[in-house]
Nanobody, 115 residues
Framework: QERLAESGGGLVQPGESLRLSCAATPIAFSYYDMAWYRQAPGNSREFVAGISTGDSQTYSDSMKGRSTISRDNVKKTMYLQIDNVKTEDTAIYYC?????????WGQGTQVTVSS
């Protein structure tokens, strides 16, 4: 049974940093393109950052310059480092794995940015 589990969310203050993790079991992680999405209350789910099997990275405009996506194929884990968090980063963050037409989502981790 394929499973993605996000962690690292919580309450952070504006300007702080946080690191989200997405652990994948038991998929053949290295074959999957991975991505982070987020959904804020009242909004649709939106793309945050993605990393391909070849480590090519893409970012949304709101995340460029202050976030870094990475992956560890041995640990089967993807990461998202966000620096200088803003109140508008408050959302549930989901990880997504895709290989051809196979797509899996995690359950999400809540990030709340507030002073």
């Amino acid at each position: 049974q394929e499973r993605l589990a996000e962690s690292g969310g919580g309450l952070v203050q504006p300007g702080e940093s946080l690191r989200l993790s997405c652990a994948a079991t038991p998929i053949a992680f290295s074959y999957y393109d991975m991505a982070w999405y987020r959904q804020a209350p009242g909004n649709s789910r939106e793309f945050v950052a993605g990393i391909s099997t070849g480590d090519s990275q893409t970012y949304s405009d709101s995340m460029k310059g202050r976030s870094t996506i990475s992956r560890d194929n041995v640990k089967k884990t993807m990461y998202l480092q966000i620096d200088n968090v803003k109140t508008e980063d408050t959302a549930i963050y989901y990880c997504r794995a895709q290989y051809l037409t196979n797509i899996y989502w995690g359950q999400g981790t809540q990030v709340t940015v507030s002073s």
